[in-house]
Nanobody
């Protein structure tokens, strides 16, 4: 079992930055692919970024490539999402997700564990 708790969301102006954190409990964290998803009101939950269990491989949605950076610290059981150059269209609830497999995937249905989400609001 893995329990996930996100933090770091908030209100920021366009062009600003935020850093999200996801703290995980459970012994299998270091063996999980970790990802961030987001969901805006009335829309589907979309893939944002993923990182392999070792941190050696990362994968990003085209909409955030070059602006967001995913990282992890297995010693702290924590994954991060650094978000720079934020845009109003980045406004959403951001969710952390864990997948106890080696392959990185972007489909939300293939992730076993989810956090409760943290709100990110970008004003224009």
């Amino acid at each position: 079992q893995v329990q996930l708790v996100e933090s770091g969301g908030g209100l920021v102006q366009a062009g600003g930055s935020l850093r999200l954190s996801c703290a995980a409990s459970g012994r299998i964290f270091s063996n999980c692919v970790m990802s961030w998803f987001r969901q805006a009101p009335g829309k589907d939950r979309d893939f944002v970024a993923a990182i392999s269990w070792s941190g050696a491989r990362t994968y990003y949605a085209d909409s955030v490539k070059g602006r967001f950076t995913i990282s992890r610290d297995n010693a702290k059981n924590t994954v991060y999402l650094q978000m720079n150059s934020l845009k109003p269209e980045d406004t959403a609830v951001y969710y952390c997700a864990a997948r106890p497999r080696q392959s990185i995937v972007s489909a939300a249905t293939l992730y076993n564990y989810w956090g409760q989400g943290t709100q990110v609001t970008v004003s224009s």
